[in-house]
Every structure is written in C-alpha cells, then in structure tokens.
C-alpha cells in the first residue's frame, strides 16, 4: 500500500461519516484553489485532515524530495539548490518579544519550496557565503503551512543546512532560466532573463503599516521583442551598478508573475536576486538636448538622446543644466546611469560641445507606419481628434484619469494616450495641431491594436 493509501485509510477510519469520493474532492478542492503545481494529494490530504480536526502520522524518510513535502511533517532532510536568499529581519510578537526570520527559496528537479530560518538560524555560519545556485543539504526540518496553505520548510534549533560538494542531477540556475517572453500569468519562483527597456526607476511609498519604503520599476525586454513591468519591492538604487546602458542583460532570481491594469507584471521582493550587466564607475556621456522642463521641487528634467538615438531622461538635482537649452550637445560625467536616466549632482562635469555627427529630433522620428510594439518612439502628426479626458474605474475599483487623441502622419494613424498624470500632457492641443510626440511607448491597447502611451519623461511640442 501506497503512503497516500495509507494515509487515506486512516482518514477514513477517523470520520466514517465520510465516503472516500467525499475525501477525493476535498483534495481536489484544496489543489485548485492553491495550484496542483504546488501540492500534492498527499499534501491536500494532510489540510483536509486538519480541516477535520484529525491528525495523520506518517512514518518519516530520512530524505524527502520537494514535490513531496506535506505539512505536518518532522525531522525532514532535503537536497536542493538556492535560489535566493533574503536578509534577516526583526519582527516583534504580540507579547513584545523580538525574533528573527530568514527567508530562503530552494528548488530541486521538480519543485520550489520556501524555508524560513528563525532566529540564530537566521545568521548560521557560514550562511552568508551561501549563494543563488549552490547545493546544499536542509537537516531536520519540519514543514508548515504557509498562508497560501502550501507546505514550507522551518528550521528550528535542531536543523541545520550544509553545502554539498558532490554532483546532482538537480538543474543548474542556467537551465532554469526562461526570456521573459515566455511568461505566463500566475507563475512563482522564476529566473527569468531580458534586456532592460527604457528607464529605471525608484518609487518611493508608505506600506500598509504605515512605514517608509522603496521599490524598483522597470520593464524588461524578451527575444520575441515584447517588454513587461517589472516591480522589485523592497529593493532601491544600492542594488544597482553605477552606470548601467541602454539594452543591458538582466535575469531576475526568484520572481512571479501577476495580471497589472496595464497587462502581465513581473514582481520580486527584497529576496530577489537582481543580476544586471553593468560597471561600477560611470563614463562620460554625450547628449543632444531634445526638452527642458522643471519639476515642481525645482529640479529640471531634460528629455535627451545619444548618438545612437536612444532616448535618456536626465535628473539634474543640482540645477547645473541651467544655462543650456534646447538642441544643445552636451557632454557629462553624471553621478549614476541607470538604463535610460542619468542623473547629474553638484559633483558632476558638463560642457557644451559642437558635434555634427549628433542626430536631432527629425533623425528621430517614425513614421506611424512603422511603429511596432515594445518600444519607445518620436512621432510627428496632425491631431484629428481633439484630445479627451474622462475617469475611468480599473478592476481594482481605483479611478483614474485616461485623455486621449488620435493623429496621423502621411504614412497611418494612431491613437495617443496619457494615464494618471500624463492625461495632463494633452491639455492645451487641439483639433489640426501638428505635434512632435517625444518618448511614447508602443504597446497593445484594450482592443489588441497597438497604441502610444505617454510616460513620465515624454513631452509634447506644438508645431509653430
């Protein structure tokens, strides 16, 4: 007789009120609601039997693969290799009592599985060498249910974790990992690789208990040439290198997948592992100056691009920028490149320059025509729906603002639109203006068509 025979039986001997069919569909009611990819139905058979109020022993094996993990169990061992590994963090319990927690996430052929270390399990020796990929062996551990109801690894004061040094059919974090192309909703505990697509970002926000906190955006391209979000919460610009280029490689270790108001999301948390091509001292960077504007903490924000005609965002938080002006080439020693932004302080070096090799904004422009999804474009077009503003309810019940117009060049039309506080870059412009749309992102609209939508760096110019 099976385990799950086994086990089954003795449920059923527990309640004889209930038939086996009875059982079968409470265990397929607990794999849909948490995901048959991450339970089993002897794992399902253990919550329903808690549900029931009915503990179920099982003898224990020494070693247990992940797949197989069910809540409840003690003393469990397990090879696997990390895939990531979060900082230790102090928590307070009810009674005021301070404990420690680190999370880990490991995976073996089959499955994933997340661990928690308490307290001085949170800082083993020699943890901190412990890296993305290696293979180790957990020793004792026992197995809990997560809020999800998945079963996860705990490791109390008589479990260890040890390096193994010896071969594994266990996958390497190369064969794992997938382009970002390939992404489907509702998936955890990816690596997931891409080129960075546009502009790095910092958000800065108060958390649901009211505390201070960051998070990292951006969107990251596949070989299939589409681009999705990617929202790394908990993460800031220190995880960073200091001059990263347009189109550089990036893999995420240990993230899901979720359906955003704008289309499929990748989001991490402060375990993420971010692996991003880059250098640790910047360079100097030539620009064509392509808009100034001023922020309304003071700041100028330029809208630029490079000899290449990749389009940048520049910071200036030290208004050094103020005597240049449009069409201007600059050359600058900026404190930070990320992707697309580059960000000027009191300590950076910037002079004008005369280059006529520089493109300029009609260098820059696409047709209409032209234009395909994933990208950032500069059109110029003829306005020949007069912009509109209306509220709109997102599926979350928040409302936003949406204004939108429709051009057209000699080679196709398209529509225009701002979300939030972009919907304000539309005021101003009507029926017959000709405008240079700079920095809009081509991406599929609520109809499938492909449609541009302004960003926090795209900026409007009315021709004379």
């Known amino acids: 007789m099976s385990n799950f025979e086994e086990l089954l039986s003795k449920l059923l001997d527990a309640a004889p009120e209930l038939s086996r069919s009875v059982i079968e569909d409470r265990i397929k009611e607990k794999k849909d609601k948490i995901g048959s990819g991450y339970l089993t139905d002897q794992g399902a058979l253990f ?3 808690s549900d029931l109020g009915i503990s179920l022993e099982q003898s224990q094996k020494t070693e247990i693969a992940l797949k197989d993990l069910f809540v409840g169990a003690k003393e469990v061992t397990v090879e696997s290799r990390i895939l990531n590994i979060s ?13 420690l927690l680190r999370t880990m996430t490991v995976y073996d052929s089959n499955s994933t599985a997340s ?17 993305p990929g290696d293979l180790v062996k957990i020793i004792k551990a026992y197995v809990k249910s997560d809020l999800t109801g998945s079963p996860t690894i705990n490791m109390g004061s008589g479990s260890t974790i040890e390096p193994v040094k010896s071969e594994s059919s266990i996958p390497t974090l190369d064969s794992i990992t997938v382009d970002v192309g390939t992404a489907k909703e509702d998936q955890k505990d990816l690596v997931i690789s891409g080129t960075i697509n546009g502009f790095i970002n910092l958000m800065e ?27 790394l919460w908990g993460k800031d610009e220190s995880i960073l290198p200091r001059m990263i280029g347009a189109n550089a490689k990036v893999r995420l270790l240990g993230v899901r997948t979720k359906a955003g108001n704008m289309g499929l ?57 103020t005597s240049f002006t449009q069409d201007n080439v600059i050359e ?15 300590d950076s070096f910037i002079r004008k320059i005369e280059d006529e090799k520089m493109p300029n904004i009609s260098d820059l422009r696409t047709k209409i025509s032209e234009i395909k999804e994933g990208n950032e474009y500069c059109i110029e077009a003829i306005i020949l729906k007069a912009p509109d503003k209306r509220e709109l309810q997102t599926k979350s019940g928040e409302n936003v603002t949406l204004s939108e117009m429709f051009v057209e060049d000699d080679s196709g039309q ?13 005021d101003n412009y009507g029926l017959g203006d000709i405008v240079s749309v700079l920095g809009v992102n081509a991406k599929a609209g609520l109809e499938g068509r492909i449609e541009l939508f302004l960003k926090t760096y795209s900026k409007i110019i009315k021709k004379n």
Do not use: Y
Request: aromatic share 6%; glycine share 8%.
């Open 47 to 49: 919550l329903v039997a």
């Open 87 to 99: 900082p230790t963090k102090q928590f307070t319990k009810k009674d005021g009592t301070p404990f």
């Open 115 to 131: 661990v928690k270390l308490w307290d001085e399990k949170a800082n083993l020796p020699g943890i901190e060498e412990l890296k």
């Open 205 to 231: 926000f108060t958390n649901s208990r009211g505390q201070p906190s960051k998070a990292l955006k951006f969107r990251i391209k596949g070989h299939d040439g589409n681009s999705l979000n990617v929202v």
């Open 265 to 321: 999301e990748i989001h991490g948390n402060d375990a993420t592992v971010v692996e991003i091509e880059g250098k640790k001292e910047v360079e100097p960077v030539i620009i064509r100056i392509l808009s100034i504007d001023d922020t309304n903490s003071g700041e100028k924000i330029v809208l630029g691009m490079d000899k290449s005609k990749n389009l940048f965002r520049i910071t200036d938080v030290a208004n050094q920028l």
């Open 332 to 346: 600058c020693m900026p404190s930070k490149v990320f992707g697309n932004i580059i960000r000027l302080d009191q």
């Open 414 to 426: 398209i529509w225009v639109k701002g979300w939030r506080e972009q919907a304000n870059l539309l």
